[in-house]
């Protein structure tokens, strides 16, 4: 690119020099003020951009504004002045010159529109109402054809009927009392309040450096251990993950709460009556999915290293195949892959149900294409069943997993989980577990194992 702050170079601008120049000085000063205070930077740079703002200004000065001239403005002040007068002929051959071969072109007569108009204003007619063509010259200075101007109303709008009379507007068709749709959107506000108070009370006080703004490492530590137990209390307490998860569960009260209706009969009331079937899947399956991941959140966790292993209680959920617990009425469950694991039984349970909801799926779009909701209700309530079993497995899963594996953080492992064996790979050890699991050094603490 060409260097424009070249002297004597030909068609380099002083005023654009002025500007680059004044670029490259704000440049160097940001540069040399990386740890100087905010406020003095603001103040220090504020200044010399509004020095700038204004140099760019004067290098490109604003454009002038040139109204368009409105053939209806202009036929509408001819119609103002009076017939046969030096200033209405004026107007008239002004109006000639301006527009009459665009309106030619289109198929219009001047004298013919100057006439109507005339005789609309005398009778007090608006002539924006849409019987003059909306020709318009812009900067361009050449007449086009616009569509109409849309006016702004003066009053709110009224619907006629065939007879031209008013009709009144028609009463509400809401069916959900207010009280009810009140009361579950209340949900929402409930879950963020708890949600606020458990971040409150956990949320650590420290001082940062208003220089540097550097957080110490045991502070980020800090705030992982109250990250992790701010999010284990609000599972364990079963406040929804996301915004979404309530609004679904508010959707799904109303929705239940609603009016009963009289059997369906015309192909448009079966249509909804399947709908309603439709509904009641997804609240089903909402729950189950719900109820499962909350759970599996557990499975996770016993995986991680401290802090992120952490329960609500504080304690940590660490595996142990030497204990076991009971769940769903199967007895002696673990983390183990092999035998009754906790694990299978809830794979298990999760195939089952949604074999179950895809075959009533099947059943309500082959009823959509039929309209009939013949056999579906069997289905839904098959679904809604297994839906109320999966959530029962998986909470008492969940309660059967905090209670069997939470231990303090950092105390000795049981028996059952020992070091196997060592490998040194010169910058880290990694060992090996006998679980099978493979961790480094920083990770035994959590686990409640000691490299020595």
């Known amino acids: 690119m060409v260097d424009f702050t070249t002297p004597n170079l030909c068609g380099a601008s002083p005023e654009f020099n002025k500007l680059v120049s004044q670029f490259d000085s704000i440049k160097e000063s940001l540069k040399g003020k990386l740890e100087a205070e905010i406020d003095l930077i603001k103040s220090e740079v504020g200044s010399s951009l509004s020095v700038l703002d204004a140099d760019m200004k004067d290098l490109i000065p604003e454009l002038p504004s040139i109204p368009d001239v409105s053939f209806i403005s202009e036929i509408q002040n001819l119609a ?11 107007a008239l051959a002004n109006l000639q010159s301006q527009f009459g071969s665009a309106l030619s072109g289109a198929g219009f007569s001047l004298d013919s529109l100057v006439g109507d108009a005339t005789a609309a204003f005398s009778g007090g007619i608006d002539l924006c109402g849409g019987g003059l063509p909306n020709f318009v010259i812009g900067p361009n200075g050449l007449p086009a054809l616009k569509p109409e101007d849309v006016g702004m109303p003066s009053t709110d709008p009224e619907r006629l009927d065939e007879d031209d009379l008013i009709v009144e ?53 800090e705030y992982d251990k109250q990250d992790v137990l701010i999010e284990a209390n609000n599972i364990k307490n079963k406040l929804p993950s996301t915004p979404q998860i309530q609004k679904r569960a508010n ?22 009556e399947i709908q309603v079937f439709q509904e009641r899947v ?37 595996r142990d195949d030497t204990k076991v617990f009971s769940a769903g009425g199967r007895s002696n ?32 779009n082959n009823g959509i294409s039929a309209n009939s909701a013949g056999g579906i209700e069997t289905r839904v309530i098959e ?70």
């Open 251 to 272: 959707a799904a009260a109303t929705n239940l709460n609603l009016p009963a209706k009289a059997p369906a009969t015309s192909p448009d009331e079966i249509l909804v």
């Open 169 to 221: 507007e028609a009463a509400s068709t809401l069916l959900t009392p207010s009280a009810e749709i009140s009361s579950t959107n209340s949900g929402l506000a409930g879950a963020a309040g708890k949600a606020l108070e458990e971040v409150k009370k956990r949320l650590p006080k420290m001082t940062i450096s208003s220089e540097g703004g550097n957080i110490s490492l045991s502070a980020r530590i």
């Open 80 to 90: 103002a002045l009076p017939a046969g007068g030096f200033a209405g002929l004026s």
């Open 282 to 318: 997804n609240i089903a399956r909402n729950a189950f999915t719900d109820s499962f991941n909350r759970t599996q959140g557990l499975f996770k966790k016993s995986k991680q290293e401290s802090p992120h292993n952490l329960l609500a209680s504080g304690k940590a959920i660490v």
């Open 383 to 452: 679904v809604e069943e297994l839906s109320k079993k999966g959530v029962t497995l998986a909470e008492e899963v969940y309660d059967g997993l905090e209670e069997t594996y939470a231990v303090a953080p950092g105390a000795p492992a049981s028996s059952g989980l020992t070091i196997v064996s060592v490998r040194d790979l010169g910058f880290v050890k990694q060992y090996r577990l006998s679980d099978g699991r493979e961790v480094s050094e920083n990770q035994l603490a959590g686990l409640g194992l000691s490299p020595s």
């Open 333 to 364: 469950l673990n983390f183990k892959s092999k035998g009754p694991s906790a694990g299978k039984i809830m794979g298990s349970e999760w195939k089952f149900f949604f074999t179950s909801a895809g075959l009533a799926e099947i059943k309500i």
